[in-house]
C-alpha cells in the first residue's frame, strides 16, 4: 500500500509562505503525476500544481507565479513553496500520486490545513 504523508501546513498572515512537503512510501518514477490538490469550505478539490514523470509541470492559473512545485528524487518527496499567500489560498492541501494511465491506482495523502489570515 502506498503512503503518501503531508507536512507544513498552518497559520499565517496574508503575503506570507509556506512550504509543503509530501513524503512518498515508494519511488515518484512509479507515478505518472505527483501533485498537489486543494479543498477550502464549501467547495470542489481543485488542482494546484502538478508534475508529471517526463518534467512537465502544471500549475492552476490562480497560483501561477506564486506557487513553485519541485520533487526529490531521492527522498521520494514532493513540495509546495507558497508564497505571497492570499485568504483565498485558504484550504486543506492533499497530495496525490496517479499511476492509472501505466494500470495502477491512484493515491492520496490526508491532508494538510493551510489558513491565511490577518
Known amino acids: 500500500q502506498v503512503q503518501l504523508v503531508e507536512s507544513g501546513g498552518g497559520f499565517v498572515q496574508p503575503g506570507g509562505s509556506l512550504r509543503l512537503s509530501c513524503v512518498v512510501s515508494?519511488?515518484?518514477?512509479?507515478?505518472?503525476?505527483v501533485g498537489w490538490y486543494r479543498q477550502a469550505p464549501g467547495k470542489e478539490r481543485e488542482l494546484v500544481a502538478i508534475?508529471?514523470?517526463?518534467?512537465?509541470?502544471n500549475y492552476v492559473d490562480s497560483v501561477k507565479g506564486r506557487f513553485t512545485i519541485t520533487r526529490d528524487n531521492v527522498k521520494n518527496t514532493v513540495y509546495l513553496q507558497m508564497n505571497s499567500l492570499k485568504s483565498e489560498d485558504t484550504a486543506v492541501y492533499y497530495c496525490?500520486?496517479?499511476?492509472?494511465?501505466?494500470?495502477?491506482?491512484?493515491?492520496w495523502g490526508k491532508g494538510t490545513l493551510v489558513t491565511v489570515s490577518s
Open positions: 508534475f508529471a514523470r517526463s518534467g512537465y509541470i
Open positions: 496525490n500520486a496517479d499511476s492509472r494511465r501505466d494500470g495502477g491506482m491512484e493515491y
Open positions: 515508494r519511488s515518484i518514477f512509479n507515478f505518472n503525476t
